[in-house]
């Protein structure tokens, strides 16, 4: 099924990143769908502010991954950000190591991640971007979903 938040504007977007980090655990490998211009990056720009990253959060184009250290009460020391759009083969994924990355104190946050999906050998939690129209989103976040994370996700769905 799902949870689902609908996003209006791309402030809302943003926000809804924001308060997702509460569902967020150190560990946690997050995989975000959505056709170009979903408002997956903003996301990532929400999340991020929320963790107490203090760089700016752009796309990671052309190093596929970027590490951002992050400050908040959670343990969570390194926001990894990837954009596997580019990649051609899961090889180029694999060797990202992206599940070696954030053990212990990372989280990270994939764009794209439908593609890298298949060689997580983990639980992952995805988000789903479906684009509504020219403004609205509609997010959907499923996955690894025990009974503390589904109130938290109660609590981020509207
Ligand atoms: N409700 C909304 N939420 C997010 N972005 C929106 C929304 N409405 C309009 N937009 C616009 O859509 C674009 C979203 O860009 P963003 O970089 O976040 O997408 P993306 O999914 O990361 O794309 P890409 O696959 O190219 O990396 C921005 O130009 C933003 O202004
Ligand atoms: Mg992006």
């Given at each position: 099924?799902?949870?689902?938040r609908l996003c209006l504007t791309h402030h809302?977007?943003?926000?809804a990143g924001f308060d997702f980090a509460a569902v967020l655990r150190r560990g946690d490998v997050v995989l975000l769908s959505g056709r170009l211009g979903a408002g997956k990056t903003?996301?990532?720009q929400g999340v991020a502010r929320a963790l107490g990253v203090a760089e700016r959060v752009t796309s990671p184009t052309f190093t596929m991954v970027?590490?951002?250290a992050a400050h908040n009460d959670l343990g969570i020391v390194t926001v990894h950000h990837a954009d596997v759009y580019r990649v051609?083969?899961?090889g180029e994924i694999l060797d990202l190591d992206l599940g070696e990355l954030?053990?212990?104190h990372g989280v990270a946050l994939i764009e794209w991640g439908e593609l890298a999906a298949s060689i997580f050998g983990?639980?992952?939690?995805t988000v789903l971007f479906?684009?509504?129209d020219d403004d609205q989103r509609s997010l959907v976040v499923d996955g690894d979903i025990d009974d503390a994370r589904a109130r938290a996700l109660e609590a981020w769905a509207s």
């Open positions: 099924m799902g949870y689902q809302d977007t943003d926000v903003t996301f990532v970027r590490p951002h051609t083969t899961l954030v053990e212990e983990r639980e992952v939690l479906g684009v509504d």
